[in-house]
């Protein structure tokens, strides 16, 4: 395999660890845990792995001897940057435990344990993949592990294997499922623990334990940097607005983490439009004024970030969507027949008058995918819905009108972009090699001691790593119940933009002066090498949370 120069020097760099895990460790256990709601369900649900305590790790003078034993480990959902460095730490930490254990691989996600597909992870396929990118070690997959003949037929390959304990490397939902597959073994007596670790870009899966999950620094630095080169020929070329949409469908962190690196002209905070119940006309009169007021200026270019999931936080369209989805499914024979010339106005003229004022405004294109293009439940597929550009159109329609009004006298251009594989699989930032391979070092001795249903937690993350806090966090201690596919199901709870929080305020502080002037930042690409404080530093999420 022919590898790049930084690939070669990458392979030779050797992550900080926190200084508990480099010697020998004993357990402080805390207090008992309980779910941040719905505690009597969950306790019912989950009465083996309901109420454990709090983990932390510290350095002990007493060597302890472990018998020898073997480890799964899995990759599940979309990928994130150091991944590798998870499963590189776990190894490390088994071999540190015992030079006999032994650690295998499920291949291509949680469906690689059910089907029994996998390979033994040697130390010489483990060197090819530290500090890279990527979760090509041993793929990944959506596979949900939630009904029992799966748990069984998993409990198989692990017997045969004579694993004693998988660690799940996952989002919310695939820990979700790493819980329900920890109480299940535990309720049978099988002797197989399971361990989570913390993973998704979105940067949704946190709390006070988890502050922050792995991928998310490093996708982040790479998209500022692509947004960075934008506003730089942005303000070079000075006569573009770039529409610019980032991955986050269920919560906003990535738009709002870049835009604090980059200080772009306007950013939407999905949480933000629900919280004042906005509609699409109030966002988009709003961006069309910060054009205008630019242009007055002689400004007529300029940069909007857009969360992914912005049309499924807009109360209004929730509406609309909704009543679309009932429509159809009641009438869509009918609908089928509708000459396609004919096919909105039929739409119009069969929703309520404010669903239909809305559908009407929405340019052709949209209102089309809307009507036409359905997932196999019948409901819209709101993640093809291009926002960027349906922003921009209706910008460019609002600005139309006020300059036939003399309100407004400038130039409109959009250019549109969507970041979002481009972040998933880059090499991991120093900060996320670090705390990834924290993370695996922190699983294996959470597996050492016994545990089952928890989480790898990695605290005291804007301190050098040295200083950093491992232990584990009882998976069930975030859950609480929602309804999910019509049945109300334990499931860990999303991290949303905290409006209260000190990243948003921050942008809240600065949003206007930064309509109205340039104040671009240009973060350049991701640094492996230099000084610490170039190299080193988490995102400025964390530092302002933290501050």
Not at 397 to 424: C, D, I, M, P, Q
Request: hydrophobic share 40%; aromatic share 8%.
């Amino acid at each position: 395999m022919t590898k790049s120069a930084l690939q070669i020097a990458r392979a030779a760099y050797q992550p900080k660890l926190p200084k508990a895990l480099r010697g020998n460790v004993k357990t402080v256990a805390g207090e008992p845990t309980q779910s941040v709601a719905d505690q009597e369900e969950i306790k019912k649900l989950f009465p083996n792995t309901y109420g454990m305590p709090l983990i932390k790790f510290e350095n002990t003078d007493e060597a302890a001897d472990f018998a020898p034993m073997n480890v799964g480990v899995i990759l599940s959902g979309g990928q994130a940057p150091g991944g590798h460095n998870v499963i590189s730490g776990l190894f490390d930490g088994l071999k540190k435990l015992n030079p006999a254990n032994r650690l295998y691989g499920f291949l291509m996600g949680p469906g690689g344990l059910v089907d029994h597909k996998y390979i033994e992870l040697t130390a010489d396929i483990i060197d090819e993949y530290r500090n890279t990118g990527g979760f090509d070690i041993i793929g990944s997959g959506r596979t949900k592990l939630e009904k029992v003949d799966q748990f069984e037929k998993g409990l198989e390959i692990l017997k045969k294997l004579d694993i004693k304990a998988v660690v799940i490397i996952g989002g919310d939902d695939s820990n979700t499922n790493a819980c329900v597959l920890a109480e299940y073994y535990a309720a049978k007596n099988y002797g197989i623990q399971v361990i989570g670790c913390p993973k998704t870009i979105d940067g949704d899966l946190k709390n006070d334990q988890i502050e922050t999950s792995f991928g998310f620094d490093t996708a982040c630095k790479t998209y500022s940097e692509v947004i960075g080169n934008i506003e730089r020929d942005c303000n070079s070329a000075r006569k573009y607005w770039h529409f610019i949409k980032l991955m986050g469908r269920s919560a906003s962190h990535i738009a709002l983490e870049c835009a604090l690196q980059v200080q772009p002209n306007y950013t939407i905070i999905s949480e933000e439009v629900e919280a004042k119940d906005l509609s699409l006309d109030d966002i988009v009169t709003d961006i069309a004024k910060t054009v205008a007021d630019r242009a007055a200026d002689g400004n007529n270019f300029g940069t909007v970030l857009i969360p992914e999931g912005l049309i499924e936080f807009i109360p209004a369209m929730k509406r609309l969507i909704a009543e679309l989805n009932d429509l159809l499914a009641a009438k869509g024979a009918e609908f089928a027949e509708v000459p396609a010339n004919k096919q909105r106005q039929y739409i119009i003229d069969n929703l309520s008058k404010v669903n239909a004022e809305i559908y009407a405004s929405l340019p052709e294109g949209v209102a089309r995918q809307l009507s036409l293009e359905r997932d196999p439940h019948g409901n819209v597929q709101v993640s093809l819905i291009e926002t960027e550009k349906l922003l921009s159109e209706m910008v460019g329609n609002k600005l139309a009108a006020w300059k036939k009004e003399g309100k407004y006298v400038g130039k409109f251009s959009a250019l549109h972009h969507f970041f979002g594989y481009e972040g998933r699989c880059a090499a991991p930032s120093n900060f996320d090699a670090d705390y990834c391979y924290s993370l695996g070092f922190t699983a294996s001795v959470l597996i050492a001691n016994g545990k089952t249903g928890y989480m790898a937690s990695v605290k005291n993350l804007t301190a050098p790593a040295e200083q950093w806090i491992a232990g584990g966090i009882p998976i069930t201690m975030m859950f609480n119940m929602e309804r999910r596919n019509g049945e109300m199901k334990p499931v860990i709870r999303k991290a949303l933009v905290d409006l209260n929080g000190a990243p948003f305020k921050a942008l809240a502080a600065n949003r206007a002066k930064w309509a109205k002037e340039t104040a671009f930042v240009y973060p350049g690409p991701i640094q492996y090498f230099g000084p610490s404080e170039v190299c080193d530093q988490p995102t400025k999420t964390l530092q302002l949370e933290k501050a």
